[in-house]
């Protein structure tokens, strides 16, 4: 079964239209006409409620008059790129004989015959003065095109295999002795010399040392017998190496110390 033709007239009849800039409330005004000689309900419903705020949402229409609705759109940020899919619907029927009151109203509207109601649907237009709407075409294009950037990456170098080797006393040395080119390279090299000469003697005293060591232990090893073995979990510290001769310290510190002034010089 078709619907009901609707009996209202609505002015306007198809848009309700916003003008902004929206930064604040903005409002459209709605006229319900009655022509005919009965009392007709009306309601008005939208597909986005918490965008709207609409004074009266529902009432009755006397007949051969008039009412106004007021539909009031809720600040937000417009985009006019977005697409508005913002509608309204005005549903009417004829009134019941008798008095009218809020409570009659919502169980009138909660028990409604389906093919006794009558609609009118309008969609919602955004409307900018031109000059706002280049504005804001202008602000979204370049939030676009910010967003669109990708971030920079700090561009840091890879160290090379070579930079990743541990660097020795000796190619320490090497490396100070080539960076300070200069007329006294042969007292350098001197030095350099004598420094891995006193290395290997040093390598050559902790060898000896160790020796001794070892024969000294084997000459007080005395293994007792079965009778008087114990086993415990307390260990001895191992036997401390011999101190190196402080001989040898301040030759290394005099020849650091040239080493040094030849530089500062």
């Not at 800039?21 to 005919?36: M, R």
């Not at 409307?127 to 370049?142: M, R």
């Not at 040395?173 to 891995?196: I, Y």
């Not at 310290?249 to 110390?257: E, F, H, M, R």
Request: net charge neutral; charged share 25%; hydrophobic share 35%.
């Amino acid at each position: 079964m078709s619907k009901l033709e609707q009996v209202l007239i609505l002015e306007p009849s198809g848009e309700l239209k916003f003008k902004g800039p929206f930064t604040e409330v903005v409002t459209s005004n709605l006229k319900l006409n009655n022509p005919t000689d009965k009392r007709v309900c009306f309601k008005v419903k939208t597909t986005a409620p918490r965008r709207y705020c609409v004074r009266p949402n529902s009432g009755v229409v006397e007949p051969s008059s008039s009412i106004n609705v007021s539909v009031m759109l809720q600040p937000f940020d417009y985009d006019p790129q977005e697409k508005n899919k913002h509608k309204f619907m005005v549903q009417s029927m004829f009134a019941p004989e008798g008095g009218i009151d809020n409570e009659t109203m919502i169980n009138m509207w909660k028990d409604a015959d389906q093919t006794q109601l009558m609609d009118s649907k309008l969609k919602c237009v955004f409307e900018l003065p031109p000059e706002a709407l280049q504005n804001d075409l202008d602000a979204a294009k370049e939030a676009k095109e910010v967003a669109a950037v990708p971030p920079v990456k700090p561009n840091i170098p890879k160290a090379s295999p070579e930079a990743k080797r541990p660097v020795t006393q000796e190619a320490t040395a090497v490396k100070a002795v080539n960076v300070g080119s200069s007329p006294g390279d042969s007292d350098m090299k001197k030095v350099l010399d004598e420094c891995r000469r006193l290395q290997a003697e040093v390598s050559k005293l902790q060898a000896e040392n160790a020796q001794i060591k070892d024969d000294g232990l084997r000459q007080r090893n005395v293994t007792p017998s079965d009778s008087q073995q114990t086993f415990t979990t307390e260990f001895a510290p191992g036997p401390q190496p011999r101190a190196i001769p402080p001989v040898l310290y301040l030759l290394a510190a005099l020849i650091l110390g040239f080493i040094l002034g030849k530089f500062i010089l």
